[in-house]
């Protein structure tokens, strides 16, 4: 199982749009060059996520993008429904009709975990995490590169 460059790309973005959001709207140029990805597919992504809600797109010179809520409020959960759809391992974790062996496959249960642990963990996370997470990285590299490591 393989998350899309759709989910990964619009995960940063998102967080690229979290650690740069204060008094004025972050435009998806910025965030295209800070995050290495195309403007054009980036738009593309980003689409999804102002039509749910999660980003509020501002047109015009002083135009740009911003959070429609708290980054502590949008969980890695829902921007990975949004982008991904649901994740399961086999089609028939989520769709038993899918295959005549669900009733006794003892393999079918073991992906409904995996699946389990995987929205679990993705439930548990928010963009407010991740940023924590990211300026902690941030410190130890800096951190590393002081002493000459």
Same mark, same amino acid.
């Given at each position: 199982?393989?998350?899309? $460059?759709?989910?990964?790309?619009? $995960?940063?973005?998102?967080? #690229?749009?979290?650690?740069?959001?204060?008094? @004025?709207?972050?435009?998806? !140029?910025? +965030?295209?060059?800070? *995050?290495?990805?195309?403007?054009?597919?980036?738009?593309?992504? +980003?689409?999804?996520?102002?039509?749910? =809600? +999660?980003?509020?797109?501002?047109? =015009?010179?002083?135009?740009?993008? *911003?959070?429609?809520?708290?980054?502590?409020?949008? !969980?890695?959960?829902?921007?990975? *429904?949004?982008?991904?759809? %649901?994740? $399961?391992?086999? #089609? /028939?974790?989520?769709?038993?009709?899918? /295959?005549?062996?669900?009733?006794? /496959?003892?393999?079918?249960?073991?992906? =409904?975990?995996? @699946?389990?642990?995987?929205?679990? $963990?993705? @439930?548990? +996370? %928010?963009?407010? #995490?991740?940023?924590?997470?990211? @300026?902690?990285?941030?410190?130890?590299?800096?951190?590393?590169?002081?002493?000459?490591?």
């Amino acid at each position: 199982m393989k998350l899309s $460059t759709r989910t990964r790309y619009g $995960t940063r973005a998102l967080l #690229d749009l979290a650690r740069h959001q204060g008094d @004025k709207l972050v435009q998806l !140029k910025d +965030i295209a060059r800070r *995050q290495n990805i195309s403007l054009h597919y980036l738009e593309h992504i +980003i689409a999804p996520l102002v039509g749910a =809600g +999660i980003v509020r797109s501002t047109r =015009g010179a002083r135009g740009g993008l *911003q959070l429609t809520r708290r980054p502590g409020e949008i !969980k890695l959960s829902e921007v990975v *429904q949004l982008l991904e759809g %649901t994740i $399961t391992p086999v #089609d /028939c974790v989520i769709d038993p009709e899918s /295959c005549t062996r669900s009733g006794f /496959c003892v393999t079918r249960e073991v992906w =409904g975990e995996m @699946k389990k642990a995987i929205d679990n $963990t993705l @439930k548990a +996370i %928010t963009l407010q #995490d991740l940023v924590e997470r990211e @300026k902690g990285k941030e410190q130890s590299v800096g951190v590393r590169s002081q002493s000459g490591i």
